[in-house]
């Protein structure tokens, strides 16, 4: 199926006599008539449910749709894109190994690897994804284990080149991990362009709503984890009976052994109910995201023309310097975020904020209303103004998520705060 049938159909096909919409398991736990059935799930023989902290097949059926919709083997639905940031990360690095992430990556990531990771153990180097391969190179080490970006950076809005950082990924011998929240496989498949896994937070355009938290971590299945980095995988995990995991799930040994380990040990898996609001606002993902680029596309035109903005980032916009990768990975559109700067800079850009009328103030992103975020005072405040640089952006940037109101409710809004501005 293409895209837009999967996201309506994907994941669950009700049997005859079967409710067409997915199902709620609303069940901590399931039901076995042996103790040799069980016993085979809890070593990993057999497939099934035994307890909603691994698995719950609402959440299984999800997940399943998520994996089409990349393109992948598997998915894992985590309880937020935090949580599945930390996951993929500690499922394949422990204490003593090292990563590298572009620096312009959404500023919750970069103080989880940067602060608390770090604490941890494991060690980080951030790198500007713009620089030479001879520099990126650099900052590889003998214990680096795996490469992450973001498609499109939250709020920098730079474009990673997925291919150039896959090649240089696969020269180290290491996974590349995108987190593709902002395009959405309506936009962007990486997976198609060299990438290894894909995180998202499923609460921004995945859910559309502003309902439920979500994350969840997809699997392409084509990274070679016996390549000799990765013993932790191709070792026997003698929590788990002696389990290795390359050797018993093939191409779905990353996600076994997150599941296995990760979730089995920090419980920060997505729930039932959960999953029921996200696999809603998956069924119209392609007509949400059509529109949001769209609207977007005219908002970005409008305020690149007005007088007392400085400068817009947009990759959709042909003045933007990633207009070019954006063409080449996002032809469908570039998501429904823009990032801007005012002229008469902080202050202006709070007198701009507070005179908005329709369009919401709120520490939020990529949902069905138009909301606007100063990052440098909320998502992005524990960073100093040095850090706030280094990660693409200004004090007195502003980030404004355009949603799906009629575009020119949006635009008379905007045109009369700029004026009081």
Not at 92 to 104: E, F, L, N, R, T
Not at 112 to 141: C, H, Y
Request: hydrophobic fraction near 40%; charged fraction near 20%; glycine fraction near 8%.
């Amino acid at each position: 199926m293409k895209i837009e049938s999967q996201c309506i159909h994907g994941g669950y096909t009700p049997s005859n006599g079967e409710p067409s919409a997915l199902p709620i398991y609303q069940s901590t736990t399931f039901r076995y008539t042996s103790t040799d059935e069980v016993a085979k799930l809890f070593d990993l023989e057999a497939a099934g449910f035994f307890y909603s902290r691994l698995a719950n097949p609402t959440v299984d059926a999800v997940e399943r749709k998520i994996a089409a919709l990349e393109g992948g083997v598997a998915a894992l639905a985590t309880s937020s894109g935090q949580a599945a940031v930390f996951t993929t990360v500690v499922t394949i690095a422990k204490a003593g190994d090292h990563i590298v992430a572009s620096s312009s990556i959404y500023g919750g990531t970069f103080n989880l690897l940067g602060t608390s990771l770090k604490r941890l153990g494991i060690d980080i180097t951030f790198v500007n994804q713009k620089d030479s391969d001879e520099e990126l190179d650099k900052a590889f080490r003998p214990n680096t284990k795996l490469v992450l970006g973001e498609t499109l950076a939250n709020p920098a809005l730079t474009v990673l080149d997925i291919e150039r950082f896959a090649k240089l990924a696969h020269r180290h011998n290491v996974p590349l991990v995108v987190d593709n929240t902002f395009a959405t496989p309506f936009l962007c498949r990486p997976f198609e362009y060299g990438a290894d896994i894909v995180v998202h937070s499923t609460t921004k355009y995945m859910d559309g709503h502003a309902i439920q938290l979500g994350g969840v971590i997809v699997d392409s299945g084509n990274f070679d984890w016996t390549c000799g980095n990765f013993p932790e995988f191709t070792e026997p995990d003698e929590s788990y009976h002696g389990t290795i995991y390359t050797k018993a799930f093939g191409r779905q040994a990353f996600i076994v052994k997150a599941r296995a380990q990760v979730i089995r040990d920090f419980g920060c898996l997505q729930t039932a109910q959960g999953a029921f609001y996200l696999d809603l606002g998956l069924q119209s993902l392609p007509v949400r995201m059509a529109a949001h680029c769209r609207n977007a596309e005219q908002v970005a035109a409008f305020l690149e023309g007005h007088e007392k903005v400085a400068h817009v980032l947009y990759p959709g916009l042909p003045s933007s310097p990633d207009h070019a990768l954006a063409q080449k990975y996002l032809p469908r559109g570039t998501a429904g975020v823009i990032s801007f700067t005012l002229k008469g800079g902080r202050d202006a850009g709070a007198r701009f904020i507070d005179a908005l009328k329709m369009i919401m103030l709120e520490v939020h992103v990529a949902d069905i209303r138009t909301c606007v975020l100063h990052p440098a005072s909320s998502t992005h405040r524990q960073l100093s103004d040095s850090q706030l640089v280094e990660c693409g952006i200004e004090p007195g940037m502003v980030r404004l998520s355009v949603g799906l109101e009629n575009v020119q409710d949006i635009l008379d809004d905007l045109a009369q705060a700029l004026d009081r501005a």
